[in-house]
């Protein structure tokens, strides 16, 4: 195991440990997360709540999240179509990955999303249509962070959405400069966001007690 993938086991027993109470310290329990990694689906967890957001177990690279977030709705309205991983258009950002192909990678329009914490087609087809169902268009946030080939086009992209409530996570100060940005604390020698250095709860980075009480 890796020293990312032992960080992410520890803090998965601290937030599911804790989560009724922190779960007071919100005042409602539907809305919806919208994130370009698995962050929304821990955060749920962390007040144990049922998941209300498709985006759970999965990854985005970043150019495509920022095309999905800016027309959700036609997305959204499109079917999954699964293709052989190695005929990803991303195919050689993973190329040092020993464990891509492993899991189901899909089309949604022109985007792909990489199920990275499932195990069948079916499975991701399943709980896809059941979260999409769940949206709670009223109280959402949009999540996106520093990863998966994220530039500053990116960012810039992200921190302009017209869009209530928006939330992005870096390490890089050129970065922070944009509205919503976040940077958060992690090892020096990190060039994006690790998963297991996102913040939840009432972290010291951001709160996302305050962040879920204003949605």
């Known amino acids: 195991m890796t020293y990312e993938g032992l960080r992410l086991k ?22 919806t997360i919208i994130s370009n990694n698995c962050w929304g689906g821990e955060v749920y967890e962390s007040y144990n709540l049922i998941k209300q957001s498709p985006t759970i177990g999965l990854f985005f690279m970043a150019s495509d999240y920022i095309k999905f977030i800016k027309n959700i709705h036609y997305y959204l309205d499109q079917p999954l179509k699964f293709i052989d991983p190695q005929t990803s258009t991303n195919i050689d950002y993973f190329e040092n990955d020993k ?15 990489f199920f990275m914490h499932y195990k069948s087609e079916k499975e991701v087809i399943q709980k896809w249509n059941r979260r999409v169902k769940r949206i709670n268009w009223d109280h959402i946030l949009y999540k996106f962070n520093d990863q998966n080939g994220c530039t500053l086009k990116e960012i810039k992209e992200f921190s302009e959405l017209p869009v209530k409530h928006k939330i992005c996570f870096t390490v890089r100060k050129d970065f922070e400069k944009y509205s919503n940005v976040v940077r958060v604390k992690s ?13 939840f709860g009432n972290n010291k980075d951001v709160n996302v007690n305050e962040l879920i009480n204003s949605l």
């Not at 492993?102 to 985007?111: E, H, Q, R, S």
């Not at 090892?187 to 913040?199: G, I, Q, W």
């Open 187 to 199: 090892p020096k020698s990190h060039s994006f966001v690790y998963a297991s250095y996102e913040p």
């Open 10 to 31: 520890i803090l998965a027993l601290k937030r599911i440990k804790l989560a009724n109470i922190r779960k007071k310290k919100i005042n409602k329990e539907k809305f």
């Open 99 to 113: 464990f891509y192909g492993n899991y189901p990678v899909a089309k949604l329009g022109d985007i792909e999303i």
